[in-house]
């Protein structure tokens, strides 16, 4: 099973405030022991949402927007994703997040990826042909 971990943004996030060196640290250690794990598929950080844009669909023609965006707590300021056997696995990966993170105060929000097998058997085999066939033309 596949989960995503988002890390909610804040004023600090949307400011573009660095994260101290103590709090790297703390999230490289916390990586870390999910490779050892073998759980951490990917992870990120993403920049303030003054830095992108939306992009909305209007009778089906782009609308693009600029940040930033106003509400900070909608916004998501990185994510990491983590394959486990079960959602309570997920679950105690993301109890053990860095506490120092947005001085104690961090929003974490935890959702699980939708996987071939969800879409019913007789979508499941085409599903999963679909992907593999994109992610091997995406890495070449």
Known sequence: ?????????????????????????????????????????????????????????ADGKPVVTDGPFAEAKELIAGFTMIEVKSREEALEWVKRWPAIDAGGKVQLE??????????GAEMADAVRKQE???????TH
Request: proline share 3%.
């Open 132 to 138: 593999t066939n994109l992610r091997e033309r995406a």
């Open 1 to 57: 099973m596949r989960f995503m971990i988002i890390r909610k943004a804040d004023q600090a996030t949307e400011a573009g405030v660095m994260p101290s060196q103590e709090l790297i640290n703390a999230m490289m250690k916390y990586n870390e022991e999910m490779i050892q794990a073998g759980v951490m598929l990917d992870g990120v950080g993403l920049q303030p949402s003054a830095k992108g844009m939306r992009v909305s669909f």
């Open 110 to 119: 935890l959702r699980q990826v939708f996987e071939a097998e969800d879409f």
